[in-house]
């Protein structure tokens, strides 16, 4: 909880560990640009052994990380094909159009994960009218469709369609450990069929700053530059990637305990909202789709904020809630009485 709140906007909210803290304030540093900071360099090393790739750079943030494989992955003019509700599409600012000139091709799926024949049949023909296929581009897990996870046999038959296609594959791996708790899937099988993947310190893993991209040796001189082409060379960056590695070595195991307060969080919620209102969960996160009650997201999450409990809107009817660690199981309890009152409130 946060000042007296329950915060359930997004696991973003997140607040570093006095682990966290402690290795900030002792971090040994030195100059990253020329690769003399221990710190990030350990985290890298980290970060690419439990990926199992060659190499990982640290960058700022989840939309830079991205940014910078979609970069090195494409050619400017392509198409990038994608998932229709990603995060690339919708919270990125127009980001792709802008820094690598690429367009995006959403497909609609199934909660966010991609059939390999809609990929396959999205592929461009060889056509001086038409863009050329450039990238295949998943997200896992995939947060518009509410924390669902892509299972490892079907990002391995995605990446099956790009090899065929000559294309590369990029996963934007923000919540991938969500995905590797939820179905115990090691990190590393689900990178393997991938180029490039990034992923987050700084959502449940609850580090205050910056994102990895993670793959072959062969890339890493090009994931570098973009690095610098972008903004986000960075120097003494010891003392935040102090607060990465012990994300990634304390922090992903009790993911598990973020699932089941989902969990306990939606049977609370279904038993006050209307049939039908809210589909399974799958990792962290719950959605409400607010029409079910005759309303719509806004009013809801107005609501909820009069009795001390913050969630925020996936679409002008759907209403997300993310739990993370900085919410226990009182806060979520709290969340539950709050929302039934809300329902109250809404059908009196």
């Known amino acids: 909880m946060t000042d007296g709140l329950v915060d359930l906007r997004s696991d973003t909210v997140t607040r ?14 030195g100059d990253d640009c020329y690769g003399e ?21 640290f960058v700022p943030s989840g939309s830079m990380a991205n940014q910078i494989a979609v970069k090195v992955l494409s050619q400017p003019g392509g198409e ?8 690339l599409i919708h919270h990125e600012a127009g980001a792709c159009a802008l820094l690598s000139q690429v367009q995006l091709r959403g497909l ?6 991609l059939d390999p024949d809609d990929v396959r049949g999205a592929l461009r023909p060889d056509d001086p009218y038409q863009p050329r296929s450039t990238l295949v581009a998943i997200e896992n897990t995939h947060n518009a469709a509410g924390g669902i996870v892509w299972p490892l046999e079907r990002v391995e038959e995605i990446a099956a369609v790009a090899r065929e296609a000559g294309l590369p594959l990029f996963c934007d791996g923000a919540r991938l450990f969500n995905a590797c708790v939820a179905t115990g899937t090691p990190a590393a099988a689900y990178a ?8 987050s310190l700084y959502k449940g893993l609850a580090a205050p700053m910056g994102s990895l991209v993670c793959g ?23 003392i935040v990637a102090a607060a990465g590695v012990i994300a990634l070595e304390t922090m992903v195991d009790r993911l598990a305990t973020d699932h089941e307060s989902a969990r306990l969080l939606a049977d609370g919620i279904r038993e006050a909202a209307p ?33 001390g409990v913050l969630a ?18 009182a806060g979520v309890a709290r969340a539950v009485e709050a929302f039934a009152r809300v329902m109250k409130e809404v059908g009196s």
Do not use: K, Y
């Open 108 to 113: 609609p799926s199934d909660r966010g994960v």
């Open 192 to 199: 393997a069929p991938c180029d490039l993947v990034s992923i």
């Open 16 to 29: 570093p560990t006095p682990a966290m803290r402690d290795a900030m304030a002792r971090a040994e540093v």
């Open 216 to 238: 072959g040796r062969e890339l890493m001189g090009e994931v570098w530059r973009f690095r610098r082409v972008f903004g986000g060379a960075l120097r003494q960056a010891g």
């Open 312 to 329: 925020g809107p996936m679409s002008p009817s759907i209403v997300r809630f993310v739990t993370h660690v900085d919410v226990d199981r």
């Open 37 to 57: 900071d221990p710190t990030v360099n350990r985290l890298q090393d980290l970060a690419a052994e439990m990926l199992g790739c060659e190499a990982a750079l």
């Open 80 to 87: 990038v094909i994608c998932e229709q509700d990603c995060h």
């Open 275 to 307: 049939a039908g209102g809210v589909p399974d969960v799958q990792t962290n996160m719950v959605l409400f789709d607010a029409s079910a009650a005759g309303t719509d997201a806004a009013r809801i999450i107005e609501l909820l904020a009069r009795h």
